[in-house]
C-alpha cells in the first residue's frame, strides 16, 4: 500500500495560499558581520635605529589582550618603576618593526622619545576605540569626514 498526500478540496485554492503566505515569517536580511581587524600598520615620526645604523620606521601593533596587560605586572622593572610598564606592553603588542629579526621591550626601551610616545597613544587608540580615526560630519554643510584620534599616553586618563 503506498501512501500519498492527502489533498483537501480547497487545497490550492487562494484562500490557503494566502493564509499559508500570512502565517509564514518574513524573511529577515542577514546581518552584515565585520570581520574584527586586530593589527595595525604606523609609522614612526624618527624611526628606531638599530646597531648596524638601520632605520626603522614601519611597524604593525596587534591588539592587547588581558595577559598582554597583566604579565608585565610581574615584571621586576615595572615592580621598580612603574613608568616601565608601558616599554614592556609595547614590546608585546608590535608583531613587526622594519626588517628587526625579533621584537622585544629591548627594542622599545632603545627608542627615541617621540617614537615612545607615538607608540603610547597608538596603542590607546587602537585598543580604547578599535581603530585611530573617526568618522564624522562638518556641523555646518554636514559633509562627512575622518579625523585622526588624539589622546593621553598609556596609563593616563
Request: aromatic share 6%; net charge negative.
Amino acid at each position: 500500500m503506498r501512501r500519498g498526500k492527502a489533498t483537501h478540496p480547497a487545497a490550492g485554492s487562494a484562500t490557503t495560499s494566502a493564509f499559508a503566505e500570512a502565517e509564514a515569517p518574513a524573511a529577515e536580511p542577514a546581518p552584515i558581520r565585520q570581520q574584527l581587524r586586530t593589527e595595525f600598520a604606523f609609522e614612526l615620526p624618527r624611526g628606531y635605529v638599530d646597531d648596524t645604523g638601520t632605520v626603522h620606521r614601519d611597524g604593525v601593533m596587534r591588539l592587547a589582550t588581558a595577559r598582554d596587560e597583566l604579565i608585565p605586572l610581574r615584571d621586576v622593572r615595572v615592580q621598580e618603576n612603574p613608568a616601565y610598564l608601558s616599554v614592556v606592553l609595547l614590546g608585546r603588542v608590535i608583531t613587526r618593526l622594519g626588517t628587526v629579526a625579533h621584537m622585544h621591550d629591548g627594542v622599545v626601551e632603545n627608542m627615541f622619545a617621540s617614537d615612545l610616545a607615538f607608540l603610547q597613544d597608538f596603542y590607546r587608540q587602537v585598543n580604547a576605540e578599535g581603530h585611530t580615526r573617526a568618522g564624522v560630519s562638518c556641523p555646518h554643510c554636514e559633509q562627512p569626514f575622518e579625523v585622526e584620534l588624539g589622546g593621553s599616553r598609556l596609563g593616563e586618563s
